[in-house]
């Protein structure tokens, strides 16, 4: 996983806690390898389960066009949110089963759920009718699959020292947001393959740019499951006395209480944050097919560009902001990572100085030969529908301006998802984190779910001006909230010496 096997998950990425409050750990060499390695399996279930949302999310609008063709974008908020409605039911389920039962068989079932969704979704097209509510049925299939987020952020809690606890969950949210990041890259990489592709037809199977990603997805979620079997051993490291279940149980006796309101509003910054991204992917297919006349394969390859340009900056931004963390408190980097989103959306509202307006359809003629002899001659509506009502009065964005937002937003959503997790695991503290981190997936995942559906009715009501108007606000709203509960943003273990009347120190 590339960066993700660094010894600097060693390092510590927030304040260091008083050792006087946690008892000494100590662990062979052997388990520390197996123990981390156990951890890293974690890393790739975060990216598979991320990757099965993003790999497809960029094409998922002109498959279904291709098959079932649709004028109206609603039915495409409802497909892209039937991936997190699936996540949301599941991951409370998954991380409350994990809660009672070794990690490793809630993963291993949902990681089977997630290969044979996959492989449904590849084989839609050969459905003969209702294939958009086969479409939604597979990818609830996969979202159920993506659940073990929960067990897996659980785990990597449990399973870590409070020194260690930090980096291993930033590099979690790393992990999941290089996933929902290169899905897109990904999904341009087949798009050389085309509408047409190689089809089997004993078995009906056809690999396409629309299908091949997820016949990929379901093969990395089979060798997913062949790491989990093979290497991963459950552990779990005490934080305070010796770590059995009475300590455990008694923890809100011996040191206090979770402070409920920080971990309220990390969830809700949380939410906010994967509700924003999704939104960006969600209509960036649309959209740019809108302003700039692109055909859908033409829109596919260079949205996944535009995206794989983001995750270059995204990935620098995570280089930044592990070592920047030690000496910025990392309340202000989740500022600053929300902040970032706001500008990125501020600069894609179309401005209504501009003279231009998205051009109305037109038809482009494709022209396809094989071997110099067959020619097929196919004709595909671009631009601006002619009953959609927005284009009569939206003024143009600019494809310069379009993509310095996404840069923007790009680099805000690590430091804002990074951020926010290890506020999150902190402010819990040495108590089992299954149920409360299958609550913050579940909560990601409703953002996810709602995001897509208000995005697309909005979009297809309203347009571009009033959706990212709309958004801005809402991140407004967030940077208030959050410097409204700046203070209740600290870790447990901060916030008993506080209680005590010990002071702290920020990085």
């Known amino acids: 996983m590339g960066d993700f096997t660094t010894d600097n998950e060693n390092t510590p990425l927030l304040r260091q ?26 890393y790739l279930t975060m990216f598979v389960g991320a990757l099965g949302f993003s790999i497809v999310v960029t094409s998922i609008w002109p498959y279904l066009q291709s098959i079932e063709p649709r004028d109206d974008t609603t039915f495409l908020g409802w497909l892209v949110a039937a991936f997190s409605l699936g996540q949301l039911v599941a991951s409370p389920l998954f991380g409350l089963w994990s809660n009672y039962f070794s990690a490793e ?18 084989y839609v097209g050969a459905f003969q009718s209702h294939q958009g509510v086969i479409m939604m049925v597979a990818r609830i299939f996969v979202g159920i699959s993506a659940g073990n987020n929960a067990v897996a952020r659980s785990y990597t809690s449990g399973a870590t020292t409070l020194n260690e606890r930090t980096p291993a969950m930033a590099n979690l949210s790393a992990a999941q947001a290089l996933g929902f990041i290169l899905g897109p890259v990904i999904q341009t990489a087949f ?9 089997l037809d004993v078995i009906k199977l056809t690999f396409n740019m629309y299908t091949t990603p997820a016949f990929l997805n379901a093969l990395l979620g089979l060798a997913n499951l062949i790491l989990l079997l093979a290497v991963f051993k459950s552990y779990r490291v005490p934080d305070i006395g010796d770590g059995n279940d009475k300590d455990i149980q008694n923890i809100d006796e011996v040191y206090g209480k979770v402070d409920m ?36 394969k033409a829109a596919v390859l260079y949205s996944g560009v535009i995206l794989g340009a983001g995750s270059i900056i ?11 963390s030690k000496r910025v408190d990392e309340r202000i980097l989740l500022l600053v990572g929300v902040f970032l989103m706001l500008i990125g959306f501020v600069l894609i509202i179309p401005m209504p100085w ?33 009953t959609v009502e927005w284009c009569n009065y939206t003024h143009k ?16 959503y690590p430091a804002a998802t990074v951020m926010c997790m290890t506020i999150f695991s902190k402010i819990l503290g040495p108590k089992p984190q299954g149920l409360a981190m299958g609550f913050l997936t579940g909560s990601g995942s409703l953002a996810r779910t709602v995001g897509p559906i208000f995005v697309s009715q909005f979009y297809a009501r309203l347009g571009p001006m009033w959706t990212f108007l709309t958004v801005s606000i809402i991140l407004v709203l967030t940077l208030i909230l959050i410097l409204v509960a700046y203070r209740r943003l600290i870790p447990f273990m901060d916030r008993q010496k506080l209680t005590r009347g010990f002071s702290i120190q920020s990085p």
């Open 397 to 412: 964005i600019y494809l310069s301006q379009y993509l310095v937002g996404a840069a923007f937003l790009a680099a805000g």
């Open 191 to 199: 798009t050389p393959i085309g509408e047409r592709g190689v089809c």
């Open 261 to 296: 309101v920080g971990t309220v509003v990390s969830i809700l910054v949380f939410s906010v944050a994967l509700f924003v991204f999704s939104l960006n992917e969600t209509i960036g297919v649309p959209l740019v097919m809108d302003m700039y006349a692109w055909t859908r």
């Open 105 to 122: 068989l809630p993963i291993a079932c949902s990681l089977v759920v997630g290969i044979l969704a996959n492989i449904l979704y590849g």
């Open 354 to 386: 501009t003279k231009e307006y998205p051009p109305r359809p037109f038809y482009n003629l494709n022209v396809t030969s094989i071997n110099d002899e067959v020619t097929t001659l196919t004709s595909e509506a671009v631009g601006c529908g002619w």
């Open 17 to 42: 806690v008083d050792d006087s409050l946690v008892s000494v750990f100590v662990e062979s060499a052997e388990d520390t390898r197996r123990r981390w390695w156990s951890i890293r399996v974690m």
């Open 314 to 324: 995204a990935m620098a931004m995570f280089m930044i902001v592990k070592p920047l």
